[in-house]
Nanobody, 124 residues
Framework: VQLQASGGGAVQAGGSLRLSCAAS????????MGWFRQAPGKEREFVVA????????AYANSVNGRFSASRDNAKNTVYLQMNSLKPEDTAVYYC??????????????????WGQGTQVTVSS
């Protein structure tokens, strides 16, 4: 499956952005979808995962309460609404698709497909 992320940009601290990730495959609903991010000089880190039917989500502590993930399986798209952005949220954000079990949702190695990444820059 091919994933196309979009919606990144530059905002000031406290602002909002909405990322989208469109999948090419009609069987998109078979995948757990995740968002990861990688800041310069740092390892890629888990941000959020959303279950196959969208009924469950799991967030990293650093974004819990500020970010919200959703998916529209009819449109093969997953969204990441990011509010109250902080400079430390600056990173390249990647969407990813996994066929693994829900218990593996936070581990990048369990994701089979990755989008190209979209840059998010938050200035203070």
């Amino acid at each position: 499956v091919q994933l196309q992320a979009s919606g990144g940009g530059a905002v000031q601290a406290g602002g909002s952005l909405r990322l989208s990730c469109a999948a090419s495959e009609r069987t998109y609903s078979r995948y757990i979808m995740g968002w990861f991010r990688q800041a310069p000089g740092k390892e890629r880190e888990f941000v959020v995962a959303i279950s196959r039917n969208g009924g469950s989500t799991a967030y990293a502590n650093s974004v819990n309460g500020r970010f919200s993930a959703s998916r529209d399986n009819a449109k093969n798209t997953v969204y990441l609404q990011m509010n109250s952005l902080k400079p430390e949220d600056t990173a390249v954000y990647y969407c990813a698709a996994s066929t693994a079990v829900w218990g593996s949702r936070e581990q990048a190695r369990h994701y089979n497909y990755w989008g190209q990444g979209t840059q998010v820059t938050v200035s203070s």
